[in-house]
Each structure stands twice: as C-alpha cells, then as structure tokens.
C-alpha cells in the first residue's frame, strides 16, 4: 500500500489542496474535470517557467471561456504525502483564476475518494 494524503473541503465546498511543485508550494482547486493539472501564468513563472516563451498551441475551455494553453512537464508534484514524478501540465493563457489539480495527476494515483468533507489520494 503506497501512502495516503487528505485533502480537507473548503468553507466554499471545493477541496482546496496545499502541494508542492517542483519543490514550491502551490494552491490547487482540486478539479477532476480538468483534463491535466493547470496552472496560471504566475505559478509557472514561480516555477521557473517564463509565460511569455511558452507555445500556446491548445485550445482549452475555462470557467471564464476559451484560452489558449502551453504543455509543460513538472518534475514532481507532491499533495501531502502523495509524490508523483515527471506530471504533465498545461500553463493557461488567460482565464484562470486559482491552478488546477487534475486528472493528469489524479488519474495516476491508485485511487482517489471523496466523502462529504474530504478528498482521499492513495498513491
């Protein structure tokens, strides 16, 4: 059995999670629905990477409508105790608010469960 991680729902009704990305801690909106992890411009460029010399060749859609997005792919991504290597991500032109943990990393955990008021990651 490899190590578990909860995630607690916010006094908003979405589970928020504290992570770490490459080592920085990052806000995600846990969104299963999301595609791959997303990331605004101002996490990646925290990350090291420089919004301005990503290639912006997918169109996604966001809460806010459509945007462009960049493929990156981040060394490691860690919630609680749930690590996972070498995640790929998309850096969101425009539209988004808060970075997304998606599917990109959840649909590589073992499983993941959510009760009314948390989120459980299992490696």
């Known amino acids: 059995a490899g190590s578990a991680a909860a995630v607690r729902k916010g006094p908003d009704g979405h589970f928020w999670a504290q992570g770490l990305v490459n080592g920085e801690p990052v806000r995600f909106l846990v969104d299963t629905g999301a595609t791959a992890v997303a990331l605004t411009p101002a996490d990646a460029a925290r990350l090291g990477f420089d919004p301005k010399r990503l ?9 806010a409508g459509q ?14 105790g749930a690590r996972l290597p070498d995640v790929t ?10 970075s997304l943990l998606g599917m990109s990393y959840l649909g590589r955990l073992s499983r ?4 009314q008021d ?6």
């Open 55 to 63: 290639n912006y060749v997918y169109g996604v859609t966001t809460a």
């Open 67 to 80: 945007s462009r997005a960049a493929a990156v792919t981040l060394a490691s991504v860690s919630v609680g």
């Open 89 to 98: 991500a998309m850096v969101v032109e425009d539209g988004l608010d808060t």
């Open 112 to 115: 993941f469960t959510a009760t």
């Open 118 to 123: 948390k989120l459980t990651l299992e490696l």
